[in-house]
C-alpha cells in the first residue's frame, strides 16, 4: 500500500533563516506531488505540484521554491523565511485518476 | 476556470443526527471527480468519499453518502448518525478527469461541523 512522508512533523524557525520540508511517497510510481500551505482555521493554499523529476509548477509567487530531485521525493524550501510563511504545510500525491492523498503535515512557526 | 463554494462556514448536529453540508462547483468540463475530505483536530486530511462525474448513483460509504446533482453542480454530504468523532473541518473539491492537461484539486473553504453530545 501507499503511505506518504512528511517531516519535520514541527519546526519552530527564526524570520530570516533557511527551510526545508521534506515528503516522501512509498509504494507507487511516478506521482503527482503537491504541496499546500493552511493558515489556521483556513482552507488549503496550493503552493507546486509536479508531474515528474525536475518539473515544477508555481502557483503563488512568494519566497518559496520547490525541488523535485528523485520520483518519490518532493521538497519545499526557503532561502529566507518571513513570518507570513508560519502555517501548517501539506505535502499530496495522486496517480491518474486517483484520489489525492495527503502526508500528516508539518507545523511551521516562524518568530 | 473552475470554482468550489462551501457556503456553510459552520454547522452543529446533535450526536445520533443526521447532518448535510453543502457543496457547489462551476465548471464547464463534462468529466470530473468530486471529493469530500476531513481534516479532524489533528489536522490530516482524510478522504470520506468520491464521486465520477459520469456516474448517475450516488456514492456511498457507511455513514456518509452524496446527493450528487450534475445539472445543479452541486455535491451534497450527508452524515447519519452523526458521532462525535465525526467533528471536524470538512472540505469539498473539485479535479478535472485525466487527459485535461491540469492537475489541480481545487478546494471548497471548508465547514467546520460540530457534533453536539
Known amino acids: 500500500s501507499q503511505t506518504i512522508h512528511q517531516w519535520p512533523a514541527t519546526l519552530v524557525q527564526p524570520v530570516g533563516s533557511p527551510l526545508s520540508l521534506e515528503c516522501t511517497v512509498e509504494g507507487t510510481s511516478n506521482p503527482n506531488l503537491y504541496w499546500y500551505r493552511q493558515a489556521a482555521g483556513r482552507g488549503l493554499q496550493l503552493l507546486f505540484y509536479s508531474v515528474g523529476i525536475g518539473q515544477i509548477s508555481s502557483e503563488v509567487p512568494q519566497n518559496l521554491s520547490a525541488s523535485r530531485p528523485q520520483d518519490r521525493q518532493f521538497i519545499l524550501s526557503s532561502k529566507k523565511l518571513l513570518l507570513s510563511d508560519s502555517g501548517f504545510y501539506l505535502c499530496?500525491?495522486?496517480?491518474?485518476?486517483?484520489?489525492?492523498?495527503f502526508g500528516p503535515g508539518t507545523r511551521l512557526l516562524v518568530l | 476556470a473552475q470554482t468550489v463554494t462551501q457556503s456553510q462556514p459552520e454547522m452543529s448536529v446533535q450526536e445520533a443526527e443526521t447532518v448535510t453540508l453543502s457543496c457547489t462547483y462551476d465548471?464547464?468540463?463534462?468529466?470530473?471527480?468530486l471529493f469530500w475530505y476531513k481534516q479532524p483536530p489533528s489536522r490530516q486530511m482524510i478522504l470520506v468519499i468520491r464521486?465520477?462525474?459520469?456516474?448517475?448513483q450516488n456514492a456511498t460509504e457507511n455513514r456518509f453518502s452524496v446527493n450528487f446533482q450534475k445539472a445543479a453542480k452541486s455535491f451534497s454530504l450527508k452524515i447519519s448518525d452523526s458521532q462525535l468523532g465525526d467533528a471536524a473541518m470538512y472540505f469539498c473539491?473539485?479535479?478535472?478527469?485525466?487527459?485535461?492537461?491540469?492537475?489541480?484539486?481545487?478546494f471548497g473553504t471548508g465547514t467546520r461541523l460540530k457534533v453536539l453530545a
Open positions: 499530496a500525491w495522486s496517480r491518474g485518476r486517483e484520489t489525492q492523498y
Open positions: 465548471t464547464s468540463e463534462s468529466d470530473y471527480y
Open positions: 473539491a473539485y479535479r478535472s478527469a485525466p487527459g485535461s492537461g491540469t492537475y489541480k484539486y481545487i
Open positions: 464521486q465520477e462525474a459520469y456516474k448517475q
